[in-house]
């Protein structure tokens, strides 16, 4: 009765001998979202390089071209741990489904956005425009919400954002109007009011933080897009997971 061995009419099952590959098999596709990160990180950075330069060369503002500007550390350190932990956060929840590819690629996007209006004080039209097209191609691909969510997200955020930056007497620039809409686009209808409530909150906290430290002053610029970014993020990635406080129906997450 307290016999421990198992009854020879049900010996114990042995273990599988594809178990190892499965777990190799799991690893290595791991390793390769990691290296794919790496990549990501290695090309906005590039691109954070070289795309301000071009626009300061066409525009004749006067920024030092690339090779002559010193690559900030912190931008260096953002863009890497971002897209590491983006592309094997997706690669978890999606494996390798078009899903992925979709967020993944929005997600470097975002990033790279963030990162040059923080170093730059700018948000260039050609990634605005490039997210705008790849939201609404992976919309009819049904990979994101629906062209019509899409469609109706962009509006309802650039009517938003016009109306603020009317309102606010400088406080928004064209640059956050076309980032809303882009981010309209991207998570869609109503999912986008999700998306800029956590950006917003996320400006207004690290603006009451740098005032507070007197690291700015109350008229000096603090660019809002990374903010934004960080709002489209948290809601294209964790959307569901933040319905519950928000308490707005979203896509995502």
């Known amino acids: 009765w307290f016999s421990t061995e198992p009854p020879k009419s049900a010996p114990p099952r042995p273990w599988p001998a594809h178990s190892w590959g499965v777990v190799r098999l799991g690893a290595s596709h791991m390793w390769a979202a990691l290296l794919l990160g790496l990549a990501g990180a290695?090309?906005?950075n590039w691109v954070a390089d070289w795309l301000p330069a071009r626009i300061a060369d066409e525009d004749g503002d006067g920024?030092?071209?690339?090779?002559?500007?010193?690559?900030?550390?912190?931008?260096?350190?953002l863009l890497l741990a971002g897209s590491v932990a983006f592309a094997v956060y997706l690669y978890r929840v999606h494996s390798w489904n078009p899903t992925f590819w979709a967020r993944f690629m929005l997600s470097e996007l975002l990033l790279l956005i963030g990162a040059i209006d923080l170093e730059h004080r700018l948000v260039p039209n050609v990634l605005v425009a490039t997210g705008i097209v790849l939201s609404?191609?992976?919309?009819?691909?049904?990979?994101?919400?629906?062209?019509?969510?899409?469609l109706t997200g962009a509006l309802s955020a650039g009517a938003l954002f016009i109306l603020l930056?009317?309102?606010?007497?400088?406080?928004?620039?064209?640059?956050?109007?076309?980032?809303?809409?882009?981010?309209?686009?991207?998570?869609?209808?109503p999912a986008v009011f999700q998306a800029l409530l956590l950006g917003i909150l996320f400006g207004g906290l690290a603006a009451a933080v740098l005032l507070v430290a007197r690291i700015r002053g109350p008229k000096q610029y603090i660019p809002y897009a990374p903010y934004l970014v960080a709002g489209c993020l948290s809601t294209m990635l964790f959307g569901q997971q933040l319905a519950g406080w928000t308490r707005l129906p979203v896509w995502g997450g």
């Open 136 to 150: 609404l191609l992976f919309s009819i691909l049904r990979v994101l919400p629906d062209p019509r969510s899409a």
């Open 42 to 44: 290695w090309l906005t």
């Open 63 to 77: 920024i030092p071209v690339v090779s002559s500007r010193p690559r900030p550390f912190w931008r260096t350190l």
């Open 165 to 189: 930056a009317a309102a606010g007497r400088g406080a928004l620039g064209p640059g956050d109007v076309k980032l809303a809409i882009l981010i309209g686009t991207i998570n869609g209808f």
